[in-house]
């Protein structure tokens, strides 16, 4: 047994600087389009090449949307001038500031996760939020099996049908307050699902979301940021409106 | 066997059975076969003529149904679709999974998308569209299926029982999921028990069923190439290079070489990547902290590493017909496999550590035992059949890319346990390391892709992803829109045997028989 | 009034009760009964406690019969000490039996009214019955009728079983008796007794060997106990509570009569022997319970069980009669008693809360049952105090006389053989897995029964039983509480009997004075007191006043441990930390936080399904698997397939069959099978082999005769 301890203390300390200070090591994040790039798009030549209408031609310069982006990277790769892009991960934005936990939350969260027909790429980026690497549980963040000890619902997958009951199950059990987080394109928007006959528009369909993390997946650290930002421990990408308010509207 | 050999003797056998039989190419022949000699053709193929069932694709065409039956042969690529069919009214076709157990699901499947009867099918309904929200009669696949009509038919049903086949005074059925664990996918099991060990248990998948094959009608080949990437995203590359094979077969366009030398290097990287997941996941049920830890540091170096070359952790966006999107250049392809011989290094250190963990091996060893025959009758694929010595591997079996070139070996075990499978990971990620070694000395250079164009065809292509076999069947219509994707996926036909292995177990060794099938629910479920 | 009278008093209105219900219509039949029963009870109670308190034991000659002497009764302490529990059983009983028929009808509700008061008059006989004459009539009366009772409803093979075991038990008891009595001619128990004092050793074994087990048969000792889970569980419920609460004691009563009454003690290797069936039978008896599906099945098993426990503290009260240690053998004894009591109160509890359940829910099996607390929240709040008790629970009575048991037999350290001691040792270790088990067991019952979702329809329509079932159930639930919470005053009545058996006080050990040393003689070293003063022991004397509240062993001076506790104080605390508890909790609630209900995660099923809850066979399935070389379970799996591989059914059965039946009954039947086939191949109707059998009798008669 003792050389598993060995072999544990061998490996030091391998975690992230983040949130503390800043982690630049390689292949963290895929990154996204530049949401702040100033890019005219007369043609609609660059935004014509993104399938999920995540760059949507405006009069000014074109509007980025990150609840669509799910990186086909068909706007940076063999298409001409490439789509500037933003290869950091603090993307999560807010519903509003009511949606940050009270200040008694701050120090420890416990996240329930429902996976409603993701792909199994978002599930296993928040799986690696407990390996060495992110290791969340310093942070104060758990992983519970029951959400009657959760306090945060984090969502991945576009909601298929068969997975709505379960859902709304969850929700209801979890005691007051709690916060919703919805991860991944899927669950903002349905990603590629959207037009399934199955499959609804994202989380939002059915119950307020509070904070959404972008990205197809969203990197280990992204799903890091949005926790941290549910517990006021950091400044939100962006406070934006919900997808789709439903019945009993945003918190 | 020949494939003219085949055709030759097929004819004379089944003279009266055929109705055409024809090579589509060198390696593809294709068999009309009536409706109603069908088992005992498919019967013949499988069992006298040895070739494996792959799956079974079911089609509407505008008047008439296509029923498709894959099979495959060993080691010379030769491949058979036997076709049948009927007028779009005949509901009723013959079901061959009580001689070919593997197509149970496949059957299934089609039952409750298509409204098809299988005759002899002993247990057809409650699949994919589970029967207690969804009332009979909803055929989502078929053509003219309003989503309208079928949300009416949207409702509880609470009368529904579970299905039990376990007699025995006192037996109950434990439930777990869909939602369970810390961070499972979402699946639902009926444990059938009287307590303490489990009798038989009852997967009860597409919990996240998204109808892929539904969004995918109607899209163009790129729109659906996001589809067959983001399904099943921790196989991804494999899925989205198996769906290019088969539209590139169809064009056909030709893949320049170096394109099909970095598609190895990548498919060889994703395993990697994904066996170590595997891994990570086996120790983890073991509950042996120290070397799930140790094995996610290692997938996650693995992740970045793809990251660094690719752009994105799990590889999308860089396959697509004709090639890949992004080139690589060859410094990079040898300072990442130098990088990845550091992981596969200290992944080995992990095996051997592991090795001499006897407490470890007791929880593993002579736990979730498939035999070889029952691996062939279920006809699993990937390191769960290979586990069991049954070793069917597609790069060997049916080579596509250029693996034929390379030099490396199909590891096999003979126990069928637990850790049979566990050892079989590690070999697997050492060969694949091999390879990719071989596909960076050789590496041809050019461009990475070729023009590709829209034309109107079917074909199917088999890829062997991390998790087994996957074959993607696709049908582009005259407007170059998709008319049929189907995606057979390896979990699909190793969930179909996941029961064989739970059969009279305790409680506690489920989640590790589960973890060391290394299966995908959304891989499944589609 | 005296004993005498009351005697009378009961006994005429039992039997104007049988009269009545005979004669009355049908639908006032079960009023008569009720009516009848109690009256009659009452009347039983004070002759049971004048008995326990007279000085000398009343004694009364009936009538002579011709050439045999004259019949008699007499009531001394352990004689008033069953009355007593006899009617505090009866008396809730025949109101529920009332009660029972009224909900319940049954095909003969006369015939099992008159037959249920003749055993309420027959029981009371054998208790106070003083020659053999008198006790055998009693005794063979009570059997009768408690088989007519089983066969009232529907002839039942069990009844049989158990009227043949009963009667073989029987002989063996008059065999036992005659042998005591010896050439003396007079058949009195004085006579007996006397008789008893010059037995030679091997008569006193053969006396001993033949009582106990004639008597072991009616307390469901091992190895004769089949009868028991049979017949119990086919009689029918309203006479049940009766059947388990008082006959079973009857048993019980024999052997400390025979063998504490009537001999002076038992030899050593007796008690040895009555130590180990004891806990040995506990044993299997908890065990068997753990296991049983049948509610009913499951109380006999545990009847058993308790029986058990209670022979335990007997054979350690003889081992210590035998050995010289008096006190010590008195709390043997006081254990033994008390926890008969205890367990008279709640098992009758318990079989009234499982008559009331299968009247509501149709069934008896736990696997089925299920939920029923919210539909038959009374029932199931007084079957909890049972199965507190029963379980051994403080502050319930159960806890006491357990706790009583496991500490004599902890004493056994005195004795010097050391075999003894592991003997003792071995009964300890099985008790105390038997009080585990019995946890278990209870937990299972409870918890399957009332707790959870319910298993079927007539489940969820079930409503809780009609006053007459409720009101016996409240008194009996509230007696297993006091006898709980005071055993301070139920331990000297219980001394009055035992003194008489040992010579000496249980009490002075048990409950010790010394809190008020003033009185009659504190027989506690002063710095004992002292320490005890130290120790906060005299708080309990401020708050409430009584002889004392902590319930002590001493150790003497070569064992100086001291064993100390008080279920009065435990339940003092326990209210008050209750009550502080709920008022914090009441506190916090009201002032900062708002209560939600939400319904129970089931993991996101869309219903959460009977089918998918534990049943009581899963729960038991540990008990079975760590037991498997006890239990021998015959598994007989069968795997229906279509084709290969499409399992269609896994049919699974497992058979136990009962340690008993496989090791005694089976091989017995089996052996009486054969026998009796020989015998039938003997009688082939030749005259030649006839005369055979003639001469050959004749020749063994000559050789039978010459040794003589």
Redesign the interface.
Known sequence: ?N???E??LR?GV?TTPYPKGRDE???????LPDAGAEVQDDNNTIASRC??DALQPTDGPIKVDQRRC?????CV??AGEPFPWDSGFEWASLMSEASVFPPSFRRSLHI?????????????????L????YNMHRLGFF???T?RQADVLLVI??V????K??LL??YEAMPDPKRVMAVGVCALSG???R?????GSGVSDLIPVDVEVPG??P?PLAILHGLLVLAGRSEPHQFIEPANPVEGGVR | MRIDELIAQAKVIWEDALEAAFNISPQEAEFHCKPDRMNEFCNWLHHQKIYHFAGMIVEERSNRWDIHYLFYEEGVAVRILVKTGGPLDQKSFQSI???I?AA?WYEREAEDLFGLVFEGH??LGDFIL?D??WQEGVE?MRAG?N?GA?LEN?K?K?D???R???????????????????????V?FHL?????EV??VFPRL???????E??AEGQSV??AL??AE?????T?FSHALAFCMAVEKIGPTVVPERAVALRVFFAELERCRHHI?VIESICNSTG?A??A??A??L??DA??????LA????L??LVVPGGL??DLDTDRCCQAVNKLKGIVQRLNDLDQ?LT??S?FLDRIEEVGIITESQAR??ELVGPVARGSSYCNDLRRAQPYLLYDQYDFEIPCEQEGDGYARLRLLFAEVNQSLRIMDQVTENMPTGPV?NPYSVSPGAAVAGVETPRGATWHWVRVAEDGKIARYRPITPSFANWHGLHLAVESFAFQDFPIVLATFGL????N?R | MGIGLWLLIGFVLYGLGIAAVLTVPSKMCRSMLAGFGVAGSLALLPAGFDALFRAHSFRAALWSIFNAGTITITADHLAGFFLIVTALVALPSSIFAAGQLQTHPIRHPKALSALYLALLIAIPLVIIAADIYLFLIAWESMSIIVYLIITSSERERSAYLMLAIGELGTLSVLIALLLMSGDHGSLTFSALKSNGSNLGIGLRWTVFLLSFFGFGIKAGLIPFNFWLPRAYTNAPSPAIPLIAGATLNLGLYGIIRINAGLLPHPPIGAGVMVLIIGSATALIGILYATIE?DLKTLLAHSSIENAGIITTALGAGFIFLATGHHTLAAMAFVAALYHLLNHSVFKTLLFMGSGAVEGAAGTRSL?RLGGLLKRMPYTGLFVLVAVLSISAMPPFNGFVSEWLTLQALLRSVVLSSFSIKIAFVTAGVGLALTAGLAVTCFVRAFAMGFLGIARSEAISRAHDASKAVLTPMVFLAAVCLLLGVLPTTVIPMLDRVVVPITGASGTGALVPNFFTPNETGSRLPSDFVAQFHNLGAQIGRNVIPGPGLVVLHRGGTANPVVFAMSTSYMFIMLLFLLAVSGGVVALVVSRRRKVERRRQW????????P????????????V??IFEAILRPQVVEHRET?????????????DEVYLIDRLVLNPVSAATAWISDGLARMHNGRVNAYAGYVLLALLLLLVIASFG
């Open positions: 047994m050389k598993w301890i072999k544990g490996t391998v090591a390689a292949g963290i994040s895929p990154g399938p999920t799910i990186h086909c990277f068909r790769r063999n329930r996760v429902i996976d409603a027909g993701d792909c199994g790429a978002c599930l296993n980026e928040v799986k690696l407990n390996n060495p690497y992983i519970t099996p959400p997958g576009p298929a049908d068969h997975m009951i379960p199950k969850a990603g590629v699902f037009s399934g006959f199955i499959v197809c997946p990197p | 999974s009580r001689t157990h149970d002993p247990r589970h207690d929200v989502p299926f989503i079928a949207h509880p609470r529904w029982r579970p039990r086949i376990v007699r025995a005074p006192g037996s109950f059925i434990m439930p777990v999921g869909p939602v369970y664990s810390g961070d499972a996918e979402s639902h059938e028990t009287v307590g303490e009798i038989r597409f919990f996240k069923y998204r109808g892929v539904k969004i790129d729109e996001l589809l983001r399904f099943a995203g921790t991804a997941g042996l120290v070397a830890s140790q996610a540091i997938e996650e992740l970045r590493l793809a990251c660094e752009g994105h952790r799990y999308f966006g999107s992004c550590a001499a963990s407490s009758d279920y892709s995908s629910v959304s891989e479920d | 599906d696997d089931d993991g996101g099923v869309r219903d959460l399904l089918e998918m809850t534990y049943t009581a066979t899963g729960f038991a399935q540990p079975r698997v279509l084709t290969e591989y499409f399992r269609i059914a896994i049919r699974r059965r497992r």
